[in-house]
């Protein structure tokens, strides 16, 4: 349930709502999607959209923080290297971070946004606080305490975290393309699946404000589905959608006019 929940706050909250500005929401519902992203342990928001709004900006070159194509490292190797790089290698480079004066203006108006981004190792700790002591309610024992900090916590963080990563790098490398972008984005449907619609990534970047990433039929997408209950439940609202006209337009495979 927590990976469901963190999930979601990930990419319905720190991705779609703080990053993209796909829909609008209630400052509650704001607050507590900023929470669950937060707890999933990726970064604080305003470090996690500033560096999601430079790939965007330059993404597949330079400067872009975690392209798998850094370009000038070719054959096998250099495939597998830009693969690491993209997924786990590029949070450990000595390069500049995205600068948040340029990036998130917005964002660092927001009060919200801003004090979710100071209390993000709180929602971090309560993240594995919460597993330890639903463990020790349910079986009143300090092991059942610990397999519950393992389980829903540890090992929850890390999956979700492994998931996240590999839209950079699996989404980038493999997988085919729908639409025209000037970069090497991919759709891989699997990772979809524990990405809640992340994995439609190539249609993601076609239209990055879209709140849907699952944009044709039986492109399964759980954050865009969410999105759309709460719109219509009144709890969003200017949600971004993209015209069946422009979907044809960017499409790799239209028919010639």
Same mark, same amino acid.
């Given at each position: 349930?927590?990976?469901?929940?963190?999930?979601?706050?990930?990419?319905?909250?720190?991705?779609?709502?703080?990053?993209?500005?796909?829909?609008?929401?209630?400052?509650p !519902?704001?607050?507590?999607?900023?929470?669950l992203?937060?707890?999933?342990?990726?970064?604080?928001?305003?470090?996690?959209? $500033?560096?999601?709004?430079?790939? @965007?900006?330059v $993404?597949?070159?330079?400067? =872009?923080? @975690?392209?798998? %194509?850094?370009?000038? =490292? %070719?054959?096998?190797?250099?495939?597998?290297?830009?693969?690491?790089?993209?997924?786990?290698?590029?949070?450990?480079?000595?390069?500049?971070?995205?600068?948040?004066?340029?990036?998130?203006?917005?964002?660092?108006?927001?009060?919200?946004?801003?004090?979710? %981004?100071?209390?993000?190792?709180?929602?971090? $700790?309560?993240?594995?606080?919460?597993?330890?002591?639903?463990? !020790?309610?349910?079986?009143?024992?300090? $092991?059942?305490?610990?397999?519950?900090?393992?389980?829903?916590?540890?090992?929850?963080?890390?999956?979700?975290? @492994?998931?996240?990563?590999?839209?950079? +790098?699996?989404?980038?490398?493999?997988?085919?393309?729908?639409?025209?972008?000037? =970069?090497?984005s991919?759709?891989?449907?699997?990772?979809?699946?524990?990405?809640?619609?992340?994995?439609?990534?190539?249609?993601?970047?076609?239209?990055?404000n +879209?709140?849907?990433?699952?944009?044709?039929?039986?492109?399964?997408?759980?954050?865009?589905?969410?999105?759309?209950?709460?719109?219509?439940?009144?709890?969003?609202? =200017?949600?971004?959608?993209? +015209?069946? @006209?422009?979907?044809?337009?960017?499409?790799?495979?239209?028919?010639?006019?």
């Amino acid at each position: 349930m927590l990976y469901l929940l963190t999930g979601l706050g990930t990419s319905v909250g720190f991705h779609r709502l703080f990053t993209h500005r796909s829909f609008k929401t209630s400052r509650p !519902l704001k607050i507590g999607l900023g929470i669950l992203g937060s707890m999933a342990a990726q970064g604080p928001v305003l470090q996690w959209a $500033a560096t999601h709004r430079r790939h @965007h900006e330059v $993404a597949d070159s330079a400067g =872009d923080p @975690h392209t798998p %194509h850094p370009g000038g =490292d %070719h054959g096998e190797g250099g495939a597998i290297r830009g693969l690491f790089h993209a997924h786990l290698g590029w949070m450990f480079s000595a390069q500049e971070g995205a600068n948040p004066d340029r990036y998130i203006p917005d964002l660092l108006a927001d009060e919200d946004v801003r004090w979710l %981004h100071r209390t993000f190792p709180i929602w971090v $700790a309560v993240g594995l606080a919460v597993p330890f002591l639903a463990g !020790l309610a349910l079986t009143g024992t300090w $092991a059942g305490a610990l397999a519950g900090l393992l389980w829903g916590g540890l090992v929850r963080v890390f999956l979700l975290q @492994h998931a996240t990563f590999s839209v950079n +790098s699996i989404c980038h490398s493999f997988g085919p393309r729908r639409f025209q972008t000037g =970069d090497a984005s991919r759709n891989v449907w699997w990772l979809s699946l524990i990405t809640f619609g992340e994995g439609w990534h190539n249609n993601h970047h076609a239209f990055p404000n +879209s709140a849907r990433f699952g944009l044709m039929r039986g492109e399964a997408d759980l954050g865009g589905w969410l999105i759309g209950a709460l719109e219509r439940m009144g709890w969003a609202w =200017d949600v971004v959608r993209v +015209s069946p @006209h422009r979907l044809s337009q960017r499409r790799v495979d239209r028919p010639a006019e």
